[in-house]
């Protein structure tokens, strides 16, 4: 890990734009030259940030889910600055459109999208990934059609595939959002199908998770 003066800090962020911030202050800024700046701050005093940062673990899951052949995005500089008591991480742009905006084009061939959707949520599942932040603003579409992850500090990587009781948790925090529940909802069929497909579970699991889907897709969740 690099520190840096206040000085540093400053000419890193030098015509950045912000992207993203808070209460606490920036969060996020663009460097303008294909960089993105991210900054983490410890946000109780008493927190296992204190062992292990966040942006610790933003790093290692990007080498992690690099190592699985799971797209993300790749880490420039890991930084701490004093002055300012943040953590920072410099990673390269990942060019690309948020899913959910994707999702929600209606002159797009939706069944697709959402099918090449449940695939990717299986093989996250199957490589044992428990992205916790795994909701349709988190995940990237790149030009070639792939999907990448951001914003993967919350997360967990299994030695194996995800058991299904993870695997139905995990739906909760996908579906998180209430937009994200209704483009789901007409879309079902077709994201279950693949994820089954995808997924090595047997008739009873599958149809326990199933129930799991449906059960998260009728709760009522933050817009």
Known sequence: MEKIS??????????????????????????QQGEIIKLF?????????????????????????????????????LLWCHSIKRHLIVYQRLDGLLLRDVLSDST?????????????????????????SAHLKNILVCPNGDFALIDISDMKIKKKALKLTLRIRNFQHILRY????????????????????????NKTDAAALNRGLQSNLSNTSAT
Not at 118 to 127: D, P, V, W, Y
Request: charged share 25%; glycine share 6%; aromatic share 12%.
């Open 178 to 201: 209430q937009a994200d529940k209704d483009l789901l909802k007409k879309h079902t069929e077709p994201f279950l199908s693949a994820y089954l497909e995808a997924s090595p579970l």
């Open 108 to 132: 797009l061939n939706s069944d697709a999208l959402f099918r090449q959707f449940g695939s990717f949520i299986a093989k996250l599942h199957n490589k044992g990934v428990y992205f916790r």
């Open 41 to 77: 701050r410890r946000k109780r005093f008493f927190s296992t940030a204190l062992l292990k940062p966040y942006a610790v673990r933003f790093v290692n899951n990007a080498q992690q889910l690099d190592t699985l052949g799971i797209p993300t995005v790749k880490i420039n500089r």
């Open 6 to 31: 206040y000085e540093q800090y400053l000419q890193l962020i030098d015509g950045a734009q912000v992207i993203e911030k808070d209460g606490a202050g920036i969060k996020v800024l663009d460097t």
